[in-house]
């Protein structure tokens, strides 16, 4: 009989439901006070084991079938703008994302979607992207759901990024959980702090927990891309550098 990766001890588990709180993928639920996790939505994160105080939930890396990510390159992140403008918690994700790809030895990405945006390529190119993609349509003018989700999507299946950041906004949390879900990646949210594992290249994912209590690190090693969304106003803006080149790659799309 095949082990599976995540257990939950029925001895220990006394349904508290911190597990379910911690679960960024909604895949615990508690039936009888005991904890039950839905394997078809559960990531691996590893949140729900260091939510539980008693210890009820076992995560064996060793049962997970490992996973060839070597295809996943760079580090991306989304380019908020809105009526035009480029949202400074975008400069934010630059700043950091530099900071990523650099440790990665990977190239940083902006991903622009809207209307008549192609002017504000130049300011992610300043700011340090070394690829810029745009997708320019008359229905990305303003944020929707679903067009916003599905140009990005399809952007992630084609081109496979390694980390993929945005910022923690209505809008950003609104479209990453959407496409995390599609795409089958891992999502932390409200990241305070990013960071790589030296050993593993892992992105290590810091957000408050319990209230901002305690500060959890998240690790999704087995899927990519590695998303978060990242609070505004904590990481410090990219610079401005004028003469940095970037290359831009323009989409269309059908949908």
Same mark, same amino acid.
């Given at each position: 009989?095949?082990?599976?990766?995540?257990?939950?001890?029925?001895?220990?588990?006394?349904?508290?439901?911190?597990?379910?709180?911690?679960?960024?993928?909604?895949?615990?639920?508690?039936?009888?006070?005991?904890?039950?996790?839905?394997?078809?939505?559960? $990531?691996?994160?590893?949140?729900?084991?260091?939510?539980?105080?008693?210890?009820?939930?076992?995560?064996?890396?060793?049962?997970?079938?490992?996973?060839?990510?070597?295809?996943?390159?760079?580090?991306?992140?989304?380019?908020?703008?809105?009526?035009?403008?480029?949202?400074?918690?975008?400069?934010?994700?630059?700043?950091?994302?530099?900071?990523?790809?650099?440790?990665?030895?990977?190239?940083?990405?902006?991903?622009?979607?809207?209307?008549?945006?192609?002017?504000?390529?130049?300011?992610? $190119?300043?700011?340090?992207?070394?690829?810029?993609?745009?997708?320019?349509?008359?229905?990305?003018?303003?944020?929707?759901?679903?067009?916003?989700?599905?140009?990005?999507?399809?952007?992630?299946?084609?081109?496979?990024?390694?980390?993929?950041?945005?910022?923690? $906004?209505?809008?950003?949390?609104?479209?990453?959980?959407?496409?995390?879900?599609?795409?089958?990646?891992?999502?932390?949210?409200?990241?305070?702090?990013?960071?790589?594992?030296?050993? $593993?290249?892992?992105?290590?994912?810091?957000?408050?927990?319990?209230?901002?209590?305690?500060?959890?690190?998240?690790?999704?090693?087995?899927?990519?891309?590695?998303?978060?969304?990242?609070?505004?106003?904590?990481?410090?803006?990219?610079?401005?550098?004028?003469?940095?080149?970037?290359?831009?790659?323009?989409?269309?799309?059908?949908?």
């Amino acid at each position: 009989m095949t082990k599976e990766p995540i257990t939950v001890i029925a001895e220990k588990c006394v349904g508290c439901k911190l597990c379910i709180k911690a679960c960024p993928f909604g895949a615990i639920e508690v039936k009888d006070k005991l904890a039950v996790i839905d394997l078809a939505k559960c $990531t691996l994160c590893g949140a729900c084991v260091e939510a539980c105080k008693f210890g009820a939930i076992e995560l064996d890396k060793k049962a997970v079938p490992a996973r060839d990510l070597s295809a996943y390159r760079n580090v991306w992140i989304f380019a908020e703008q809105r009526e035009g403008k480029i949202q400074s918690i975008t400069y934010e994700l630059l700043g950091e994302g530099r900071k990523l790809a650099d440790q990665l030895k990977m190239q940083l990405a902006a991903v622009l979607l809207g209307h008549n945006v192609q002017e504000k390529v130049s300011e992610l $190119t300043a700011r340090g992207a070394d690829i810029v993609y745009v997708a320019d349509r008359p229905e990305l003018a303003y944020f929707q759901d679903e067009p916003y989700a599905a140009a990005l999507i399809e952007l992630i299946k084609r081109h496979k990024p390694c980390v993929m950041l945005c910022g923690a $906004t209505t809008i950003g949390r609104s479209l990453v959980s959407r496409v995390a879900v599609t795409v089958k990646a891992g999502l932390t949210a409200d990241c305070t702090g990013l960071a790589i594992d030296p050993e $593993t290249k892992n992105l290590l994912q810091t957000r408050p927990a319990f209230g901002g209590n305690i500060m959890a690190t998240i690790i999704t090693p087995n899927h990519r891309p590695q998303m978060a969304t990242v609070r505004h106003k904590v990481m410090k803006e990219a610079e401005i550098h004028k003469s940095h080149k970037a290359e831009v790659v323009r989409k269309k799309y059908s949908g």
